[in-house]
């Protein structure tokens, strides 16, 4: 070798080493950040490029700005987001349904709770912080019917105080239950939505590769402004709605076993055929699951309504 090819050589490597100290810098991993929400739970792992997770038609859907990092701990199958118009019409309620009907089929399944604000889900299933960690990452909580969960209820201190975080950090902490937790093999992700149609469920849209959405609604509900909303907005984002999910559908009779419109007639099957998509279930009222909810024991909940559903989900 002339001495002039080795000078090339040493420069091509101290300039892949310069290149390679600048991408380094790039992706600081623990640093404290405006949109990083939960301090001390990064892991230092280093992050994935290769892809660990999402089906490819999910991952041609994050935008590149907005995309959080794999873990390469994790592996996720499927990600379903679950929306609703509004709180109190049981959007939890049904991610947990869904997760413990997958679960009870012997799939793999997590919770990602992104309601920042209004975190329901640990108490569904009774599960506690401090969730633990090591240098890789957090682990999620394993309820009790081995449903994995990761919750902003399992990080903060104190279970009850309230978060009043901005909009970035709430979208911040969101991509660190994506990025910082070792969630392992999963088959079925459901994500309990951040509520509404603003920024913050916009952004977490386009950071985590979502297969689609299922939409809850209730027949009190203004059901079609409420489901053309959330249609649109997951249109925007070339998400594809899996479906609608109809809560407080009816209630039964205990005396004569009669189904009761409670809330009005249901408008959701009008809705769904115009917008062409499917009705994945509709639950009715029943006291008795508000009370498992409320003791944490949500899994012992069947809910046989969402059989139709389950085999949708089973296609993607
Ligand atoms: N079909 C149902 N029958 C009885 N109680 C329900 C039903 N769906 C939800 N609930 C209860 O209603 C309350 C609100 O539901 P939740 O899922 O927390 O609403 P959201 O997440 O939309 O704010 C919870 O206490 C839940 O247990
Ligand atoms: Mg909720
Ligand atoms: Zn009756």
Redesign the pocket.
């Known amino acids: 070798m002339t001495e002039e090819q080795q000078k090339k050589i040493d420069e091509a490597i101290e300039r892949l080493k310069a290149k390679q100290q600048s991408v380094e810098e790039e992706q600081p991993v623990n640093k404290p950040h405006e949109e990083q929400g939960v301090p001390g739970m990064g892991g230092s792992a280093p992050k994935a490029k290769e892809h660990h997770s999402g089906t490819e038609a999910a991952r041609s859907r994050i935008n590149e700005e907005f995309a959080a990092d794999d873990n390469p701990f994790s592996h996720i199958k499927h990600v379903i987001g679950v929306v609703?118009g509004k709180?109190?019409?049981?959007?939890?309620?049904?991610t947990a349904a869904m997760a413990n009907m997958m679960a009870k089929k012997g799939y793999r399944v997590a919770i990602m709770d992104a309601?920042i604000t209004?975190p329901?889900i640990p108490k569904m299933y009774d599960v506690h912080g401090p969730a633990m960690g090591n240098e890789n990452g957090t682990f999620p909580e394993t309820a009790r019917n081995g449903v994995e969960i990761m919750s902003i209820n399992l990080l903060l201190q104190d279970e009850e105080a309230p978060v009043i975080w901005r909009g970035p950090v709430i979208a911040g902490t969101v991509k660190q239950f994506w990025t910082d937790v070792l969630w392992g093999e999963i088959d079925y992700m459901f994500v309990?939505m951040p509520p509404g149609t603003g920024d913050v469920p916009l952004t977490v849209f386009q950071s985590l590769p979502i297969d689609g959405i299922v939409i809850?609604t209730s027949p009190q509900d203004l059901v079609k402004l409420i489901v053309k909303k959330a249609y649109n907005m997951a249109g925007m984002m070339n998400v594809p709605v899996i479906g609608l999910v109809e809560?407080?559908s009816y209630m039964t009779c205990p005396d004569c076993g009669k189904k009761l419109s409670v809330f009005g007639e249901s408008k959701v099957d009008e809705v769904a055929e115009e917008l062409e998509i499917p009705v994945l279930g509709k639950?009715?009222?029943?006291?008795e699951?508000?009370e498992k909810?409320?003791w944490g024991v949500c899994y012992e909940i069947d809910l046989p309504e969402l059989e139709e559903g389950a085999k949708i989900l089973e296609q993607l």
């Open positions: 609703s709180g109190g019409v049981g959007k939890s309620f049904v309601d209004g329901s309990d809850v809560n407080y639950l009715p009222i029943n006291p699951f508000a909810v409320d």
